[in-house]
């Protein structure tokens, strides 16, 4: 582990807890992991929807497990101990929610992903193609805009107009279930493949914590699991293609927006990736969010306001401008996951989020939801 594992500032999260039934709130105090459990304030939720998050964080009377950086060497699935903390994802009930296609590279691979209907073996010559075909720089374009709208109507005269471009530079943003409340895994967690996929891949990004009133609060890091032979036969499935058992992962913490740490230090963040295989294959890339194409903010405003109410708040995964093309397997195969693979996603701001491949199938199955939250919270008087 590295000292990015998570960084300093204001720091919410979940744990599970010896002796407890339920998860158990915690923050990071001079390297120590407070247990702030308290009554009416015992989700992640509730502390989010109090209108002080970050206060009550801050300031909540609690109880040390110990050193923060033991409990993050436990919650990795390979040396965990169920006898000691453990981290979980730093979200309970909120709903988990994505956006997409919304940075130029991204977009383009989506595009390529559909016109290869999920053969990886077409990808690269197809990248070729269509480069050559767009011939501009999408990445100048505002979405929506006079401009885009003139785009789109060459793009559609040389054939290559697809519902990815749609998205990435027509006037609404897409917007999908990432998974259902309670569904996320945390730091250290396996992160799942659905068994039937064979070309697939990370998806660094930051996902936000919004309440049910709109307004953003903090950020996290996230893992949107892709299968991108499952999309690209058919946008149609992408139910399938990124939400399985534990295809959603997000940590270490929240950070709470303070003085200090602030949307616009998300606006600017530089996210890194490494995969690091048991084959010896090491993969490395960035995504930049100064190069996001539509504004975090029109994200939230896309997903909740009067047209859709989220009583529960919600995380918001922004999107990611990171798509791989290391060959991994051969000439021309690209890149796709092996089990196994050590994921790890950095930024200074928010720290690292670290997870291992494995078939969804494989992974410990996901039992524990809302209604046994909400009963083992009432069995311990903390509603």
Sequence with gaps: MSDMDYPDGILVGRARVPGHDHPRIVTVRDGDLFDITAKGLATVRDIAESGR????????????????QAVLANSLAADHDASVPSLLSPIDLQAIKASGVT???????????????????????????????????????????DAAIKVKAALMEKGVWSQYLEVGIGPDAEIFTKGQPMSAVGYGAEVGLHPSSSWNNPEPEVALLVTSAGAIIGATLGNDVNLRDVEGRSAL??????????????????????????????????????????????????????????????????????????????????????????????AGMGFTHKLGD??????????????????????????????HLLRDLAKADLL
């Design 237 to 330: 499935l992408l139910g399938k293609a990124k939400d399985n058992n534990a295809s959603a992962s997000l940590g270490p913490f929240v950070r709470l927006f303070d003085g200090d740490f602030t949307l616009e230090t998300i606006k600017q963040s530089e996210i890194a990736l490494r995969v690091e295989g048991e084959d010896g294959f090491v993969l490395e890339g960035h995504s930049s969010m100064s190069q996001i194409s539509r504004t975090p903010e029109s994200l939230v405003a896309a997903t909740l306001g009067a047209h859709h109410q989220y009583p529960d708040g919600l995380v918001l995964y922004l999107g990611t401008m990171f798509a791989p093309v290391q060959d991994r397997g051969g």
């Design 53 to 68: 998050a970050a206060e009550h964080v801050r300031s909540a009377p609690g109880v040390s497990l110990g050193s923060a």
């Design 342 to 371: 050590v994921v790890s996603i950095s930024t200074s701001s928010l720290g690292t989020l670290s997870n291992t491949v494995n078939l969804s199938t494989k992974c410990p199955p996901w039992t524990y939801g809302s209604s």
């Design 103 to 145: 940075f130029v590279v991204s977009l383009l691979e989506r595009v390529i992903e559909e016109q290869a209907r999920g053969d990886k073996s077409r990808a690269d010559a197809l990248r070729s193609e269509i480069l050559d075909l767009i011939g501009m720089d999408l990445s100048e374009l505002v979405p929506g805009s």
